[in-house]
Every structure is written in structure tokens, then in C-alpha cells.
């Protein structure tokens, strides 16, 4: 272990994530830390919260000043749109359970999730998803560490500008990857599928393949095309 010490005589709130803890203070702070533990400072302000609860967490990411979302350890249930730019970032022991709207994603928004597991308690459910995006979205994703775990659809795309998968697991889940239209690239690095009825699955259109902008990378997964 080792002790950090913060010298900010600043009276602004900040955040501290010391792995699975959320501490906030303001001024000058110290605490001590296990070694290759994930440190993170943040301004607690209203760019950036930091959240315990369900109902925290759904208030903060239907607050279009709110970018930044740190969740702490525990089980969030979750249903939420999203319609503005917003990094969810968790740790691993962060587990949202989700039903049919899981994440969703609309307009122009940019989403980024991190260090989540994705799961739901009604596993005969046949539409339960992770995140997916609607019709005519025009924003990227980006999903790094995140496990999705017997849900019907882990990602589902119904129209995303592309963006970057990596680090994902997708494990008993009807499909993986469901993917309606990109219009641009999508990257699977270093995932891992396992137990899936589907990995991947793709809809193209007339003289438009969105197979072609799926590029796998370290990466094992079978594409399905209809």
C-alpha cells in the first residue's frame, strides 16, 4: 500500500475513484491505495458525477450538462436515452441490469462505457439489451472492458457512424452484435465470444454491405449476414 497525498487548497468538490470506492472531497486530501490500484481525480462538478444509485445514475445521464458519469461498485437497474455526448466509466465490480431500452443512444450523441457488466435478471425475455442505438443515429460508440452476459442482444446498431469495440466479452447472449446499417467502421478489437446463439449479425442494404465495415481485430467471432 502506499498513501497519496492531494495538496489542493481549492474548495471545489472533487471525486476520488480509488477502485471499487467513490469518495468526494474538496481542499487538501490524502488516502491510502493497494498497489495497481486505478486511481482517478475528477472534478465533481456538474460535468461530471459521481453516483451509488439507480435513480443517481438516470438522473445524471438524462442531464445534458452531465458528460462524465463514474459508477460506483454495486447493481444499477437501467433503462435510459441518451441524447448528448456521455462517458460512463465503471469498475469491475459495476453490473448493470438492463431491460428492453438498456442504453440507448439517439441523434448525434458520442458514447463511451467503460468497465461494465451488462446482464438482466429476466433471462427468458426476448428483447433485452445491453445498448443499443436508434434508427438514424449519426454518433460514434466506444466500448472498452465491458462484459455482456445473457442478454438477447449485447450491442445492437440501428445505425451508428462507427466506433471501436475492445476488450468486450459477449457470452450467452442471442446475439452479440446486432448491426442494421454503419456508415462507418466499426472495430472488434480483442473481444471474445463464447456461448452466443449468434457473435455477429449484419443487415445489409442494396449496393451496401455493413459486413464490409466490420473489421475484426485479435479477434474471433463469426458474421452472419441476412
Known sequence: TFTVAFADDST??????????????????????????????????????????????????????????????????????????????????TVLKTDAAGLHVSGAANLVVKNVTFTTDDKDANNTRGIVTAPGYTGTITIENCTFDGVVSGIYLNACAGGTIKDCTFKNCTAGIGIDYLTGTLEVNNCNFSGNAEDIGVTSTTGHSSKDDVKLINTTATIKEY
Open 12 to 93: 471545489n468538490n472533487k471525486v476520488l475513484y480509488n477502485n471499487n470506492a467513490l469518495t468526494s472531497f474538496g481542499g487538501k486530501y490524502s488516502f491510502v491505495a493497494e498497489d495497481g490500484a486505478e486511481l482517478m481525480i475528477l472534478p465533481n462538478n456538474d460535468s461530471t458525477k459521481a453516483v451509488n444509485s439507480t435513480a443517481d445514475l438516470k438522473t445524471a445521464l438524462t442531464d445534458t450538462k452531465v458528460d462524465t458519469v463514474i459508477l460506483g461498485s454495486g447493481e444499477y437497474e437501467i433503462g435510459a436515452t441518451i441524447n448528448h455526448d456521455v462517458t460512463i466509466i465503471g469498475n469491475e465490480d
